[in-house]
């Protein structure tokens, strides 16, 4: 498998999740400006969407969208129980999660990184965004993890998506449960060792 990623983005879910489980995989780096990936390839002939993350599998098939992917590679080792199993109602919450994530979040946190718009509608976006931590703050007091069975795929989502608070200068105080998970799952070496190759910019450990 080959991972298409690039250093500070949601890719870094899936890139948590392959070490997790040790799978053997290919990580290549792609430039977000360019479109280009290290190698020279043009991104957009393997993701015609232009973004991050992408999962070429062995028989070129590629997957895109971060929670699709997330729950392909979950379920390639379901023994580790990074998702419940396909059916279960267990994993309808996770997909509940997920999706929470992915529109409430992450959706909201996209204007806050646009320079094009005016500050007092980004305070709004803001506004909206702590609503929605008081809500995974009220999980996280009750449960270390979003489900009850422990470490799963969201919260590699979870840990991602608010790594980036501190492109807003938002500080975790008023959420102390969400910063202690934060602390958490950043000791994970999984989680490590992934932030450590993207930093340096490494395709191999």
């Given at each position: ?5 690039a250093?500070?983005?949601?890719s ?18 792609v430039?977000n ?48 129980g990074?998702?419940p ?9 996770l ?13 909201t946190m ?9 500050e ?13 931590f ?10 270390d ?16 998506v ?7 200068a ?6 102390p449960?969400l910063a ?25 450990p």
């Amino acid at each position: 498998m080959k991972l298409y990623y690039a250093p500070e983005t949601c890719s870094l879910a899936p890139h948590i999740v392959l070490l997790e489980l040790d799978l053997p995989f290919e990580r290549v780096r792609v430039d977000n400006r360019s479109k280009l990936t290290e190698h020279g390839e043009d991104f957009l002939h393997i993701n015609p969407k232009g973004y991050v993350a992408a999962l070429q599998l062995d028989n070129g098939e590629v997957l895109t969208e971060g929670a699709v992917i997330l729950q392909f590679l979950a379920d390639l080792k379901p023994t580790a129980g990074l998702a419940p199993a396909n059916g279960s109602w267990q994993r309808v919450r996770l997909q509940e999660w997920l999706n929470f994530l992915g529109s409430e979040i992450h959706g909201t946190m996209g204007p806050l990184f646009n320079a094009a718009i005016a500050e007092d509608v980004k305070a709004i976006f803001r506004a909206r965004l702590f609503q929605r931590f008081a809500l995974l703050e009220n999980t996280l007091a009750r449960q270390d993890h979003l489900l009850e069975s422990g470490f799963s795929v969201a919260d590699a989502y979870l840990f991602t998506v608010m790594r980036w608070n501190r492109f807003f200068a938002i500080d975790l105080a008023p959420w102390p449960a969400l910063a202690r998970f934060m602390e958490r799952v950043g000791e994970r070496p999984s989680v490590k060792a992934a932030l450590e190759i993207e930093s340096a910019g490494l395709t191999q450990p």
